[in-house]
């Protein structure tokens, strides 16, 4: 064996042999638990907390000098109710510092931990008494006394703190949690949190810093109802005591659960994140979530360019939000841009500019595009919401301004335009595709006898909302009614709903209306309509499916009605109407041809009825036609319908049913002397008789009869002035007969008489 070999190999031996009587002295000299007794002491003089160690304190050499501590607690202030429980703590240390009795913490570790964090109900948190203390421990004017220790104490990690110690010798390699809950209580508002199974990993730990941070747990909570499970990462985390700076370098965070019943999944990550001063900035801020339930699907993804978030605001250069939504085969994809700025303290949310992008779909609805820019503020302290926002709506240009005060019970002032608007797109029937007629024949399902189908009719959803809107549209259309000048203005308040104002200019004449209605499951309904020179064939085909009447009509009313669907509406409609028709026509009979074939019954003396045929091209003209309608509980009257032409006069009176949909109405028709042209020398025979017709039945396929019974009783006096004038006709004819006789007599005689003379 040459010098070297044997040279190094004493070397080994003499420091294995160093170690050794190290080893030997520490574990001879050093008493780990005579260190609870002090820090208990410390504890309690500092923070009026116990600190219990309820099990051994036991110190290991190989392989690695470590303490491990079991059963340790610390109660609340001045209390024995306990704050935090560790079932075990693990304290590697370095070994060459243990030598001089000192303890330099290399490794930590601490396996099932349970804290108890409680939001008073004054609003102070049961660890807000160590936050000061430590705070107080910070900024302190002096730096504490530096003692030099006794032989027989050890230097902890708290004297390093505190100056005994240079603080750059803090180092710990690895630092751990693992299996630990935190339960969170808010005594005010009730709700509790809870994280379990809570694990923190870090290391190269540092005053300045870590790396490799890593945390998990599961969040649960009843109220929301959450169960989720974090999971936390981080590159670097570098603190810089100088400037009180920390910067977060690869921040990755990811929330994966259940929200209620619905899937959801959060990610927040951020490349660079600085903090300085309690203020946050990022040159960029990533946020995602996508929830996912039984019948809706979101996708959102945030983006927040050269974010800062302090004391007093939180605020982004740019904004730029993307939304994908999916609820019952709804869907709606939204981008939004803005800068973004909240203000803390006055808790205000500025929106401004603002674009947002996207469009809007479902089985009924075709896609509606948009693309709005405009501004938007919300004041959540003062309950307040403003937005001003204008573009293309459905490929029309839209104005839309909304101010919203008190968000509990909303108070509305909201003003649109459009320059067309097509409801059609939005009136389709799931089931086929088709456009909903929503009145006339179509409008409603057949019920099992053939009637209609009720409407629901609710508006108590209008009962605590105060809404003052004013909506105006240059051209509209729905189903086949193309209107223009719309004009709305509707009112909710105190439970009522009203519409001061409706104008439109639609069918060749001016339609207007106001109303009222109560915001209940019943509602009372007021209804004011007014219409001048509209085509009233139209009209009542589009929305009555009443197709009987031609000509320009002026109608003004005074209705109520009440219900909870559209049957109990009609049952219940009261009130009048005020109605003429000029230049028009009584469509399905042809009440002069009527006359005509009704003279040989009348005359026959036959009472009874008789059915008159008719049909879809017959009809009867008029140049006016006016009635006044009295509506009591479903029941239609009138007694002074007047009918006017060149040739006839037309009087009515009856009832229509609206509850059934039925009529019952007779028309007394009579032929008048201005008559030219029409029907032509038959007129003088038919002038005078009055024609009774009985209109019964459906609205929509009403029979037409003569009354015969009627019209006799009705034709007895002109019967009797036709024998009257034909009895002196008579007697005329034989007077002048026999005064022609004796004007020949007188004429003969005093020829005879002249010839005697001469």
């Known amino acids: ?197 809570l694990s923190l990993f870090g290391d190269a730990v540092t005053r300045q810093g870590a790396e490799h941070l890593d945390f998990s747990s599961r969040v649960q909570s009843q109220s929301p109802a959450l169960d989720l499970k974090i999971n936390t990462k981080l590159d670097r985390v570098t603190f810089d005591d100088k400037t009180g700076q920390i910067l977060l370098d690869g921040l990755s965070n990811v929330l994966d659960g259940k929200l209620a019943t619905d899937a959801l999944k959060l990610t927040l990550t951020a490349p660079k994140l600085q903090i300085k001063n309690a203020q946050a900035t990022s040159n960029s801020l990533l946020i995602s979530a996508q929830l996912t339930g039984k019948t809706r699907k979101a996708d959102a993804n945030l983006r927040l360019d050269e974010f800062s978030a302090g004391a007093q605001q939180i605020k982004a250069k740019l904004l730029k939000l993307s939304l994908k939504s999916e609820q019952d085969a709804q869907a709606i994809n939204v981008s939004m841009n803005s800068p973004f700025l ?99 024949k179509g409008s409603t399902n057949a019920g099992a006898k053939g009637s209609a189908v009720p409407v629901k009719v609710d508006l108590s959803a209008f009962s605590k909302l105060d809404l003052d809107a004013k909506i105006q549209i240059g051209q509209l259309r729905y189903t086949t009614v193309d209107a223009k000048d719309v004009r709305l203005a509707l009112k909710a308040q105190k439970g009522l709903l009203s519409v001061p104002a409706f104008s439109m200019k639609a ?71 005020h109605s003429r028709v000029i230049d ?12 005509r074939e009704a003279k040989a019954a009348i005359s026959s003396l036959k009472g009874g009825e008789q059915s008159v045929s008719t049909n879809a091209v017959e009809k009867t003209d008029f140049t006016e036609l006016s009635a006044s309608v009295l509506l009591n509980q479903g029941i239609a009257s009138n007694k002074d319908l007047s009918m006017k032409s060149p040739l006839l006069r037309v009087s009515g009176e009856g009832e229509v049913n609206l509850r059934a949909s039925s009529l019952n109405y007779l028309l007394k028709a009579t032929v008048v002397d201005t008559s030219k042209g029409q029907m032509g020398a038959e007129r003088d025979k038919l002038h005078g008789v009055t024609v009774p ?66």
């Not at 089931?431 to 909903?436: V, Y």
């Not at 004449?509 to 106001?514: C, E, H, L, M, R």
């Not at 009584?586 to 009527?594: D, H, V």
């Open 1 to 197: 064996m040459d010098k070297i070999t044997r040279y190094s190999l004493y070397s080994v031996g003499a420091v294995i042999a160093l170690i050794s009587g190290a080893v030997v002295y520490v574990s001879a000299t050093f008493d780990a638990n005579a260190l609870k007794p002090r820090l208990t002491s410390w504890v309690q003089a500092k923070t009026q907390r116990t600190l219990r160690f309820d099990g051994p304190v036991n110190l290991k050499i190989f392989p690695k000098p470590s303490l491990s501590i079991t059963d340790i607690s610390l109660s609340e202030r001045n209390s024995e109710t306990s704050f935090v429980q560790i079932a075990n703590a693990n304290v590697v240390m370095q070994f060459w510092p243990l030598l001089s009795k000192r303890i330099v913490i290399d490794e930590v570790g601490i396996d099932g931990a349970t804290v108890n964090l409680i939001k008073e109900k004054s609003g102070n948190y049961n660890f807000t008494d160590l936050i000061n203390s430590s705070a107080k421990t910070v900024t302190a004017s002096s730096p504490a006394p530096v003692t030099k220790p006794a032989e027989s104490e050890v230097l902890t990690d708290s004297e390093v703190a505190s100056g005994a110690a240079p603080a750059e010798a803090f180092r710990l390699s690895e630092f751990s949690i693992a299996k630990s809950t935190l339960r969170y209580h808010d005594q005010g508002s009730g709700q509790q949190v809870t994280l379990s199974d």
């Open 342 to 440: 909240f203000s803390l303290p006055a808790q205000t949310l500025n929106l401004s500019p603002l674009t947002v992008k996207g469009d809007a779909s479902s089985p009924e609805l075709k896609s509606v595009p948009f693309d709005l820019t405009g501004k938007l503020g919300l004041d959540l302290k003062g309950q307040r919401l403003a937005t001003v926002m204008k573009g293309s709506l459905d490929n029309n240009m839209v104005e839309l301004s909304a101010d919203v005060k008190s968000f509990t019970y909303p108070a509305i002032l909201f003003a649109g335009s459009a320059q067309s608007l097509d409801l059609n797109r939005y009136l389709k029937s799931a089931s086929t595709g088709k456009e909903a007629n929503i009145a006339g």
């Open 507 to 577: 069918f060749g004449g001016d339609i207007a209306a106001s109303g009222s209605a109560t915001a209940s499951t019943s509602p009372r309904i007021t209804l004011k309509p007014q219409i001048s020179n509209v085509d009233i064939y139209a009209l009542l085909k589009q929305f009555a499916g009443f197709e009987k009447i031609e000509g320009k009509a002026t109608v003004n009313g005074d209705l109520t009605m009440q219900g909870g669907d559209t049957q109990a509406l009609k049952n219940s409609l009261s009130g009048n109407i």
């Open 584 to 595: 028009g026509a009584w469509r399905g009979i042809n009440l002069a041809k009527t006359i």
């Open 693 to 758: 017709v009985r209109i019964k039945g459906a609205l929509s396929e009403p029979k037409y009869s003569l009354d015969l019974t009627a019209a006799i009783k009705e034709n007895a006096g002109a019967k009797l002035d036709e024998v009257k004038q034909e009895a002196k006709q008579k007697l005329e004819e034989k007077r002048q007969e026999v005064q022609k006789k004796a004007e020949q007599k007188a004429g003969a005689a005093i020829s005879e008489g002249l010839k005697k003379l001469f």
